[in-house]
């Protein structure tokens, strides 16, 4: 037989080039990854978060999103998708029972939209995507599920708000109820909207790890609700579910008129299989709990808490406890705010912070050894956990937080401990002792910002020591995912502490201008600031600031003015670029998503207030609208004043903003193909301009 060696040899090469794109092509698999619905991954309890009314039906239909990667770039990362849902996981892997299956769509987007037709309030929904790749040698695929719940529409809520009746606003409050089960239900979700914070517990555990729940909101136009599962909680026979709660923001003064409103729950708990339909009402139990908040939770007055010890229990939530001596808890027939899903992440312990010094103070007139500073290493904002020994039954230990130590120039020093000057700002806690060692004091509903934490003890003979003391970083801000490093250490440092100052700002589900003294979320540094170079661009914040877009909605008044903070109303300092914070964000959001349903929600909020704006033209310029610090300019302008309102700096600082106003308008319009007003718009951005 007589070979062509040339053209055996290419036979021989493209044999060996076959093994190898083969081999390429199983090795370097398709996946399919980071499934999400509402920019979150697996949230339980979801409604309409683009709505400013309370949903009453569902006409809504939800987003599910996902990634997919091959380190082979030749692979097309997506050419088709395929989306299926069911009501159970078994059903969809077998592809039984289908609520909807999306067919093969021909699209490289990585988004969908489920149908409305196939939703229901509270039911968990399990979905799956599957996606094509193609190359030359062949077609990939793959596939992954995830799945969400949905929350509660207006009419599902049968449960009363219930507080204790004649309790003082700063205590803590138990509340539980004991039921029994025939069976152990499928899918069973608590659902709990509460005016201040809530822990939800099911036979004595813990329902998960959120703490500060829910979310802050303008409670007096909405309230934010959470869901649990409680499923794996259960057991057949009896059952107990108990609440801890704290009034949290809803202490601050400008809720003061709201009265017993700031000191409600309501609790929803439906089984999947309708066997279990529990809720809120004057047969559950209520009593005080052993602590309460200290403070006024306003401005350098944030407080801490108050802890005693004697009274302490672990108890108080579980199945055998004798709540013989507890009372009923009453209704609350004069509160109605719109109740929406929190979908939004949780505030959680990020980080343990170890304690870097413990140092006894010099107290000349006291004696010594009885106060102890504290150096944790670094400012923090979230909880501490302290362990005593030697302490007597009574003694009561002081516990006041500073934010630098003693070497420091200070702008508000507001006390001194022993020869130490701190900048405390009222963060003080107190704990009263039962007299065990190790005896332990712990935040539950209110944290602090500092880094040194000075402790004092009045005692009554013995000595007293520290045992141990830890740090517990919290932060309600969603995952971080930029990674930033060059030849400069102070860049990367720098790039850190922006991440970690994002991270520290960002509690009880917004960013604040500080979490030691204020805990406001201003518009520019508490929205659009931090926004456009760090939290849209470094975190997965898209869930995040659709909520804070409709926070600053739920600010607006009926005139179109838009406060200066939000989700919280202050009725302080503020200017146009505050009111603008909405469409700044929300136009950086669709810039960063492409997700047009947040122009949709911002757009008729920004034109009411443009509406007020333009009630305060003269001659083409925007003039001051409102007295008490309105119409400010820039607030850290030169020299020893704020830029006031009636500065000619702060009048074209305001009159820059108003453009700034305009132009968005013009965009988010355009987007939007709804042209009306954009003409005359232009017209007046030109004149404004020109001015």
Request: hydrophobic share 35%; proline share 3%.
């Amino acid at each position: 037989m007589y070979f062509c060696r040339p053209l055996f040899t290419l036979y021989i090469l493209h044999f060996i080039f076959c093994i190898f794109l083969l081999f390429s092509c199983n090795t370097n698999h398709l996946q399919v990854y980071d499934l999400r619905c509402e920019y979150l991954t697996e949230p339980q309890g979801i409604d309409n978060p683009y709505a400013l009314e309370q949903m009453t039906e569902w006409n809504y239909s939800p987003r599910v999103s996902w990634k997919c990667k091959m380190q082979n770039a030749k692979w097309k990362m997506q050419t088709a998708y395929c989306v299926t849902v069911a009501l159970s996981e078994e059903d969809l892997k077998r592809g039984e029972n289908l609520l909807w299956n999306s067919g093969m769509v021909e699209t490289d987007k990585q988004f969908c939209f489920l149908p409305k037709e196939i939703m229901r309030s509270h039911t968990k929904y399990y979905w799956q995507i599957e996606i094509i790749c193609k190359a030359k040698c062949k077609t990939q695929n793959a596939k992954c599920m995830s799945n969400f719940s949905t929350g509660l529409l207006a009419k599902d809520w049968q449960d009363k708000w219930i507080y204790k009746a004649d309790n003082k606003k700063d205590n803590h409050l138990w509340f539980r109820k004991s039921f029994e089960l025939n069976k152990v239900p499928g899918n069973v979700f608590a659902y709990v909207a509460s005016s201040g914070y809530h822990e939800l517990y099911i036979n004595g555990t813990k329902a998960d790890d959120r703490v500060l729940a829910p979310a802050v909101s303008r409670i007096d136009k909405r309230v934010l609700y959470a869901t649990y599962d409680i499923s794996k909680f259960l057991r057949k026979g009896k059952n107990v579910i108990a609440l801890a709660y704290g009034a949290g923001w809803s202490m601050n003064n400008y809720f003061e008129y709201y009265g017993q409103t700031k000191q409600a729950i309501r609790v929803q708990v439906y089984g999947e299989d309708e066997s279990l339909s529990l809720s809120s009402d004057s047969t559950w139990l209520c009593s005080e709990s052993y602590s309460r908040n200290t403070g006024r939770c306003d401005f350098m007055d944030m407080g801490g808490e108050w802890v005693d010890g004697r009274k302490y229990t672990n108890q108080w939530a579980k199945l055998d406890f004798d709540d013989s001596k507890w009372e009923y808890a009453s209704e609350l027939q004069d509160y109605n705010p719109t109740l929406s899903a929190q979908m939004t992440d949780f505030s959680r312990i990020i980080e343990e912070i170890p304690t870097k010094s413990i140092q006894p103070l010099s107290l000349p007139s006291e004696g010594s050894g009885e106060v102890f500073r504290v150096d944790m290493g670094k400012e923090f904002t979230g909880f501490l956990e302290a362990k005593f020994d030697g302490l007597n039954a009574g003694d009561t230990v002081v516990i006041q937080i500073s934010m630098r130590d003693s070497s420091s120039v200070y702008v508000q020093a507001t006390d001194t401990v022993g020869n130490q000057i701190i900048e405390e700002q009222k963060q003080r806690h107190i704990y009263i002792a039962r007299g065990e060692d190790g005896e332990t004091f712990r935040n539950r509903f209110n944290f602090f910002a500092g880094r040194y934490i000075h402790f004092k003890c009045k005692m009554q003979n013995a000595k007293w020591k520290i045992r141990e003391v830890k740090g517990l970083a919290i932060s309600s801000a969603p995952e971080y995912t930029a990674k930033f490093e060059c030849d400069k250490d102070l860049y990367n440092r720098i790039f850190e502490m922006d991440k970690y100052t994002f991270q520290m700002n960002h509690t009880e589900g917004v960013v604040t201008d500080c979490p030691n003294r204020e805990r406001l979320g201003y518009g520019p540094e508490g929205a659009y600031q931090t926004a456009w170079g760090l939290g849209l661009p470094c975190f997965r914040s898209a869930a995040y600031y659709v909520k804070n877009v409709r926070d600053w909605a739920d600010v607006q008044r009926e005139d179109g003015f838009v406060n200066n903070v939000a989700p919280q109303v202050s009725d302080m300092y503020g200017c146009v670029l505050n009111g603008t914070a909405i469409l700044n964000l929300a136009w950086e959001h669709y810039r960063m998503y492409g997700d047009r349903r947040i122009l949709e929600m911002a757009l008729p909020v920004g034109i009411k207030w443009l509406r007020f704006l333009q009630k305060h033209v003269e001659n083409d310029m925007l003039t001051r609208y409102e007295t008490h610090g309105y119409f400010l300019g820039e607030w850290v302008s030169p020299g020893p004043v704020f830029e006031y309102g009636e500065t000619e700096e702060a009048l074209f600082n305001n009159n820059c903003a108003y453009a700034m106003t305009l132009e968005y308008l013009i965009r988010m319009q355009n987007v939007e193909c709804k042209m009306q007003n954009v003409e005359a718009w232009s017209v007046d951005l030109q004149k404004t301009r020109a001015a």
